[in-house]
């Protein structure tokens, strides 16, 4: 991908992803309210954002749905070797000070963790930099690596792609 289109495309991933935020929703909502003249638009934008407040904040709500769509848990098992096992970063977290911590999706992982564990796979290949619009921050993949050695996995089984900012120029990396 050229370099202009790359980074249309990673501005674009940013304000989609914006946009996939119903908090962000709800926030348009409501300063809408306040600028927009129209009392009766008004009332109903302000219901709105209300009602979807509660949905999209509501954890009973949205526990019944996730319960509702998951599949059955099945035992993993794994009859093929494989030579590389992938992980993508976006699993974790930087703070002010630029200490990276994991976040809701540090399963990926444990799992990729524990295939290596388990002989499943023979080498890591950790894929992903920095995903944010003012690129300051750590490579993630930097972490991983970190917290695989910390997990005795050995360094020369690591194989680290820190420069991808998107899971489509991870993916592209990762094939190279």
Same mark, same amino acid.
């Given at each position: 991908?050229?370099?202009?289109?790359?980074?249309?495309?990673?501005?674009?991933?940013?304000?989609?992803?914006?946009?996939?935020?119903?908090?962000?929703?709800?926030?348009?909502?409501?300063?809408?309210?306040?600028?927009?003249?129209?009392?009766?638009?008004?009332?109903?934008?302000?219901?709105?954002?209300?009602?979807?407040?509660?949905?999209?904040?509501?954890?009973?709500?949205?526990?019944?749905?996730?319960?509702?769509?998951?599949?059955?848990?099945?035992?993993?098992?794994?009859?093929?070797?494989?030579?590389?096992?992938?992980?993508?970063?976006?699993?974790?977290?930087?703070?002010?000070?630029?200490?990276?911590?994991? /976040?809701?999706?540090?399963?990926?992982?444990?799992?990729?963790?524990?295939?290596?564990?388990?002989?499943?796979?023979?080498?890591?290949?950790?894929?992903?930099?920095? /995903?944010?619009?003012?690129?300051?921050?750590?490579?993630?993949?930097?972490?991983?690596?970190?917290?695989?050695?910390?997990?005795?996995?050995?360094?020369?089984?690591?194989?680290?792609?820190?420069?991808?900012?998107?899971?489509?120029?991870?993916?592209?990396?990762?094939?190279?």
């Amino acid at each position: 991908m050229p370099l202009k289109q790359g980074r249309m495309f990673f501005y674009f991933s940013k304000i989609f992803f914006f946009l996939l935020n119903p908090l962000n929703w709800i926030l348009i909502l409501v300063v809408a309210s306040f600028i927009l003249k129209n009392t009766s638009v008004r009332k109903k934008l302000r219901i709105t954002a209300l009602l979807l407040f509660l949905v999209f904040t509501n954890n009973a709500l949205l526990r019944a749905c996730v319960l509702q769509w998951q599949a059955p848990v099945q035992e993993q098992t794994h009859s093929r070797h494989y030579s590389v096992g992938i992980v993508l970063s976006g699993m974790t977290f930087t703070d002010k000070k630029n200490q990276t911590f994991f /976040g809701g999706t540090a399963d990926r992982f444990i799992q990729t963790a524990k295939l290596y564990h388990t002989g499943v796979i023979s080498k890591i290949l950790i894929s992903g930099g920095d /995903g944010s619009i003012t690129q300051e921050k750590p490579k993630e993949a930097d972490f991983l690596r970190r917290e695989f050695i910390a997990q005795g996995i050995p360094d020369s089984v690591l194989l680290v792609e820190n420069q991808s900012r998107t899971t489509y120029e991870s993916a592209v990396a990762a094939k190279h």
